[in-house]
């Protein structure tokens, strides 16, 4: 995993790892290269964006960040974190809508060495309103 992220994130190239250099593997290696085309190797930035006509402001990207139910013990058992946010707070609900508040802390960010393909913010929003990329 920690491989495929940093090949993402343009870290590393495809033909860093060795084993798909192997003839069995040219498949992988052929749609990777294709995948990536001149992206590849080019250093790219985390990008959490929150698409406001979108939102509706249910809030659960607060209450399902593990970074805010970490840092914010209210939002543990799905109430709003006190305000005004703690430093580590990632997300909060503001004018009726979801706000980023602090990249810094993400899961995907690398910290203490380590860095996660986290996407509960995405991938639990039911409006689809955050996305996650690399740019």
Known sequence: ??????????KVK?????PLLEPKYKKNYDALKELLGS???KEKELKIDV???LCDGCGICVTICPVN????????SGKAPEYPPEKHQLFQVKAGK??????KYC?????EGRERECRVCETYCPREAIKIDYV
């Open 51 to 53: 698409e406001s006509d």
């Open 39 to 41: 992206d590849e190797g």
């Open 107 to 111: 899961r995907r960010i690398e910290a």
């Open 69 to 76: 139910a970490r840092y914010c013990p209210p939002s543990l």
């Open 98 to 103: 979801c706000e980023l508040l602090n990249l």
């Open 14 to 18: 495809i033909d860093d790892c060795t």
């Open 1 to 10: 995993m920690a491989y495929s992220l940093d090949l993402l994130q343009g």
